[in-house]
């Protein structure tokens, strides 16, 4: 989680992108817990690879040190400076690297329930998507094994998408083969990448099978974020969890579900819904909302939002519809 999230800026120009909240709760967050809801077994150790502190600073690494102790295991924290790619970050944290272990990038979030196949050296987990040519994808053979990782291919290899979530059952041979990509400078556009360790692996007889999501939810943009934040208000809502805090004050305002409305919520004279997210302290007068995300303590009135996506402390008085405002802004 390294990286800085520039196609979702100006967002992430104060808050790192796996630490926007989707429903309330943290990307990564969400991420971490739904892959230890999959594993249905004992985590030991979380290892997050953060960027430079001062992006990632101390109260992110609390924040995570935290996450992990919630699900019985110890944080460890490791830095990439640089942005080399994915394989030299994975390798940011070899100390960690042994054992069983997932890999996942923290910019995505998933539905899934499936067991791992015992039979694999490693897992890939993979969406079935309608337009293979524009992701990495899949190659399988006669026994639905693993034999080719292809990029954004011309001709139909398969329309199984690599959605950035790996199991390892030894965690340390992706780390020897990595090592040897880093010793020997195999760079792919200009970086290190994950793909020429598993690469080799395959080559070396390594069984890789494929793991798959129900749904498979980007971050990567301020419309797609938006998307992944009403879907996701869908699956809570449906799994009968309760979105909205008790103490909410509303005056001549309605609530239409799915919804996320944190504590010290006001609502005025407004309409909220469905699929919006409001964080803690946030106040909304003589508006209507839907389709939206909007972070915390920021005031909105005389608006009529729909697929907007709105930061932390904003003071927003407009007639605007499809937005993306950062923390901090003032538009009155």
Same mark, same amino acid.
């Given at each position: 989680?390294?990286?800085?999230?520039?196609?979702?800026r100006?967002?992430?120009?104060?808050i790192?992108?796996?630490?926007?909240?989707?429903?309330?709760?943290?990307?990564?967050?969400?991420?971490?817990?739904?892959?230890?809801?999959?594993?249905?077994?004992?985590?030991?150790?979380i290892?997050?690879?953060?960027?430079?502190?001062?992006?990632?600073?101390?109260d992110?690494?609390?924040?995570?040190?935290?996450?992990?102790h919630?699900?019985?295991?110890?944080?460890?924290?490791?830095?990439?400076?640089?942005?080399?790619?994915?394989?030299?970050a994975?390798?940011?944290?070899?100390?960690?690297?042994?054992g069983?272990?997932?890999?996942?990038?923290?910019?995505?979030?998933?539905?899934?329930? #499936?067991?791992?196949d015992?039979?694999?050296?490693?897992?890939?987990?993979?969406?079935?998507?309608d337009?293979?040519e524009?992701?990495g994808?899949?190659?399988?053979?006669?026994?639905?094994e693993?034999?080719?990782?292809?990029?954004?291919?011309?001709? #139909?290899?398969?329309?199984?998408?690599?959605?950035?979530?790996?199991? #390892?059952?030894?965690?340390?041979?992706?780390?020897?083969?990595?090592?040897?990509?880093?010793?020997?400078?195999?760079?792919?556009?200009?970086?290190?990448?994950?793909?020429?360790?598993?690469?080799?692996?395959?080559?070396?007889?390594?069984?890789?099978?494929?793991?798959?999501?129900?749904?498979?939810?980007d971050?990567?943009?301020?419309?797609?974020?938006?998307?992944?934040?009403?879907?996701?208000?869908? #699956?809570?809502?449906t799994?009968?969890?309760?979105?909205?805090?008790?103490?909410?004050?509303?005056?001549?305002?309605?609530?239409?579900p799915?919804?996320?409305i944190?504590?010290?919520v006001?609502?005025?004279?407004?309409?909220?819904?469905?699929?919006?997210?409001?964080?803690?302290?946030?106040?909304?007068?003589?508006?209507?909302?839907?389709?939206?995300?909007?972070?915390?303590?920021?005031?909105?009135?005389?608006?009529?939002?729909?697929?907007a996506?709105?930061?932390n402390?904003?003071?927003?008085?407009?007639?605007?519809?499809?937005?993306?405002?950062?923390?901090?802004?003032?538009l009155?």
């Open positions: 989680m390294a990286g800085r999230g520039s196609r979702l100006p967002h992430t120009l104060t790192p992108k796996p630490l926007i909240p989707v429903a309330g709760k943290p990307i990564v967050h969400r991420l971490v817990e739904d892959i230890a809801k999959i594993l249905k077994e004992p985590i030991e150790e290892a997050f690879v953060l960027g430079e502190p001062a992006f990632f600073g101390d992110i690494v609390a924040s995570l040190e935290k996450l992990a919630s699900l019985g295991a110890k944080a460890s924290i490791y830095r990439q400076d640089m942005p080399l790619g994915t394989g030299h994975i390798m940011c944290a070899k100390e960690s690297l042994s069983p272990a997932v890999i996942a990038y923290a910019d995505t979030l998933i539905r899934a329930d #499936f067991e791992l015992p039979t694999a050296d490693a897992v890939i987990w993979v969406k079935q998507v337009e293979p524009a992701f994808v899949v190659k399988l053979n006669t026994n639905n693993i034999i080719e990782l292809v990029e954004k291919p011309t001709s #139909f290899v398969s329309d199984l998408a690599v959605i950035g979530i790996y199991y #390892f059952k030894e965690v340390e041979v992706l780390k020897e083969e990595l090592q040897k990509v880093l010793d020997n400078n195999i760079q792919n556009g200009g970086e290190y990448q994950i793909n020429d360790g598993i690469k080799a692996m395959m080559a070396n007889g390594k069984v890789f099978k494929t793991g798959s999501v129900d749904e498979w939810m971050c990567g943009n301020k419309n797609v974020t938006v998307e992944t934040n009403s879907r996701m208000l869908g #699956f809570l809502h799994d009968g969890e309760h979105l909205v805090d008790k103490g909410v004050k509303l005056e001549n305002a309605t609530i239409i799915p919804c996320y944190a504590e010290d006001t609502l005025i004279n407004a309409t909220v819904g469905p699929n919006v997210s409001l964080g803690k302290g946030c106040h909304i007068i003589n508006s209507s909302i839907k389709n939206s995300l909007v972070q915390t303590h920021s005031h909105i009135k005389n608006a009529h939002l729909d697929n996506m709105i930061g402390h904003v003071n927003f008085d407009g007639n605007f519809t499809n937005i993306s405002i950062g923390d901090y802004s003032i009155e």
